[in-house]
Structure formats: C-alpha cells, structure tokens
C-alpha cells in the first residue's frame, strides 16, 4: 500500500485506519513529517530514495533511505547512503545509520 502526501509516497504493509481525520497504525496516531526534515542531515541535504513505515519494537516508524553527495577526503565523489529512523507517532529522529567513514566526507551545498 502507498499513502501520499503532497511531498512523498509511503511504502506501507501495515493495515491503516482513518479516524476523525487522523491516520492510525496499531491504533497509534502517526503523523506527517515534513519533507524538509526527512531530507535534512546535521552536515547537509540528501535525497530520498525511499520511505517505508513499519512496525519496531511494536511502534510504527518510519525507515527512510536517503543519498548525499560529497567528496571523501575532500578529493573524491562519493554518493553517500544513510539510513534513518523516525517515530511516526511523534516525527521525532532516533536513530541514523551511516558507513563509518562519514567524518571524513565533505557534503556538496
């Protein structure tokens, strides 16, 4: 199932529910998040590739993939996978994975 918004698409198995124009996942509340926070990072901007709302630890949230660009060791282009975590009942970060190499990229404007 895909649920979209006026920014994104998200990828869902999850069963839905619509009450009182509120969207429900386990009967929790989720929430929207703003586009400019999914593709913000603390050193730049990325592009999503993907996002997907699941069930964690029994709390829907929300995986998103994204991609930035920079230069690894300040010499060479790279495309940077990172892979974050959001609660989707309050649209609040919690967790970011990145290659353990990331303190050594500088991220493009």
Request: hydrophobic residues 40%; without cysteine; neutral net charge.
């Amino acid at each position: 199932m895909t649920l979209e918004s006026k920014d994104y698409k998200i990828n869902t198995v999850l069963s839905l529910e619509l009450m009182d124009n509120s969207i429900l996942v386990s009967n929790k509340e989720i929430v929207l998040i703003d586009k400019s926070v999914l593709e913000t990072i603390y050193r730049g901007k990325a592009e999503i590739k993907s996002l997907d709302l699941i069930i964690e630890d029994s709390l829907p949230v929300y995986l998103v993939k994204k991609e930035i660009s920079g230069k690894l060791l300040g010499i060479i282009n790279i495309t940077e996978k990172i892979e974050s975590k959001y609660y989707a009942t309050t649209g609040i970060i919690y967790k970011t994975q990145k290659p353990w190499w990331d303190f050594l990229v500088l991220y493009n404007s």
